[in-house]
């Protein structure tokens, strides 16, 4: 047992706090994480970076390809990290700034935080900087981070009894022992390979190889995953149909590796609770939900109705979600079809539904497609004519592909390590069921 305590791989996690005032909660936060990283979480090595010695964010400071010294220490402390820890406040209702200008800075080609798994804290006034969390997730997407859905950690400083001292401290213990659970889950995605076989920093062009060769691996060893694929529009000549029915000849044809079901959500009732009678829900919604709970990830494809999910999507949802929730812990993609941006405004809703749902979406690529641009993209049945939209389709699918398998080795990785540390399983098991 001891032996494969020993070899648990350290997970180098960087801390980043968005408040710069010296007595800051958040960065007690971070204080905390810091002890218990030392004294009762093995396998993390915990960094605190300080951001308050970057500059304001102005491209004319890039000058010969090259970041002011303070910009590039930064960003060679979040390289060689494999996951990050944001403790950060919430002003106005959204990121603070330093945090924004860190994210930007880093964002700057090659982008450092590409591919790395991550968490969110925060501590603040009425909903505990809550808010905050999903401009962070959403700036997040673009960044290619992977936040974990679970455990959410915000904590509202301000309500009696008082749960820092004056120095921000954390003195609170219920939060001290909530805050074991984030950090675990940092281990959530196998780190990105950072080092050759010699033991020098790959560069990107290097690392992106790699973890190409990883993904055609993991793809060329073909385990099958089940897919299930949901259309948000309920008209026949639906073009989101139109780009299912693209998938599912593309894995019938071209992928290997991947069993897609179309799944039907018009014959779901609208949600009423008092359908629900003795515990038994409508056979149409027990049907919905045992086809979600056989597969291992989802495909969406909706349109977006005054900027958000359709009604019949979100209806499938709550369904869904409905205890046991059928959502939890699956890969899933998302695509649309539209007008103006091609639906890709009600993406971040569905992300932000899919924190509550444990839903792990794949950041790239991103898939939304304007079906009244000339050329014709769409038939009038709604099948889709597009070729580089298909050629788009086959590469979210892969990436779908990638992500689940990823996902599912590291679940049961977990499963093995829950039996070792019986003071995190149950943190493992919550996330497991
Ligand atoms: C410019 C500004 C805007 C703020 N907006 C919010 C807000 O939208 N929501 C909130 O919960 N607290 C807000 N606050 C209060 C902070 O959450 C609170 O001051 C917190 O303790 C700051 O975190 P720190 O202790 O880590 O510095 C705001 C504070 C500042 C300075």
Request: net charge neutral; proline share 6%.
């Amino acid at each position: 047992m001891e032996a494969v305590v020993a070899s648990k791989p350290v997970i180098k996690v960087a801390a980043i706090c968005g408040s710069l005032r010296k007595a800051s909660y958040n960065r007690g936060l971070i204080r905390t994480a810091l002890e218990l990283t030392k004294e009762s979480i093995a396998g993390i090595q915990m960094e605190y970076i300080d951001i308050s010695p970057l500059p304001m964010l102005d491209t004319d400071l890039e000058v010969d390809g090259k970041f002011p010294s303070a910009v590039e220490a930064f960003r060679q402390k979040i390289l060689e990290s494999d996951s990050i820890l944001f403790a950060s406040p919430e002003y106005n209702y959204s990121l603070t700034a330093p945090l924004k200008n860190a994210l930007d800075w880093a964002s700057r080609p090659p982008n450092v935080w590409a591919d790395k798994a991550a968490a969110i804290v925060s501590a603040g006034g009425g909903f505990g900087g809550a808010r905050s969390h999903y401009h962070l997730r959403q700036v997040g997407v673009f960044l290619d981070l992977h936040f974990i859905n679970k455990p959410e950690f915000y904590l509202n400083a301000f309500q009696p009894p008082a749960k820092f001292d004056s120095d921000g401290n954390l003195i609170d213990e219920d939060s001290k022992e909530r805050m074991k659970q984030p950090e675990f889950y940092l281990n959530v995605f196998q780190p990105s390979a950072k080092f050759d076989s010699d033991g020098n920093l790959l560069d990107e062009t290097s690392k992106e190889k790699m973890k190409q060769r990883a993904m055609e691996a993991v793809v060329a060893s073909k385990p099958m995953i089940k897919v299930a694929a949901i259309c948000g529009s309920l008209r026949k000549a639906s073009n989101n149909r139109g780009l299912i029915r693209t998938a599912l000849e593309l894995t019938k044809e071209s992928i290997s590796g991947i069993e897609m079901e179309y799944v039907d959500i018009s014959p779901l009732p609208m949600l009423n609770t008092d359908l629900v009678v003795d515990g038994k829900l409508p056979p149409a919604v027990e049907a919905f939900r045992q086809k979600i709970l056989q597969s291992d990830s989802i495909l969406f494809a909706s349109p977006e109705y005054n900027y958000s999910l359709t009604g019949p999507l979100k209806n499938a949802l709550d369904w869904g979600s409905l205890s046991p929730n059928v959502w939890a812990d699956k890969a899933a993609a998302i695509v649309s079809a539209g007008g103006g941006f091609g639906g890709a405004r009600s993406h971040y809703h569905l992300r932000q539904v899919g924190v509550f749902l444990d839903l792990h979406f794949i950041n790239k690529p991103e898939f939304y497609l304007n079906a009244f641009e000339p050329p014709a993209k769409f038939d009038s049945d709604g099948n889709l004519i597009d070729e580089a939209s298909k050629e788009k389709m086959k590469q979210v699918l892969v990436a779908l592909q990638a992500f689940t398998l990823r996902l599912h080795q590291k679940l049961s990785k977990q499963i093995t390590l829950s039996f070792l540390n019986s003071s995190i399983a149950t943190v493992m098991n919550y996330n497991l069921l």
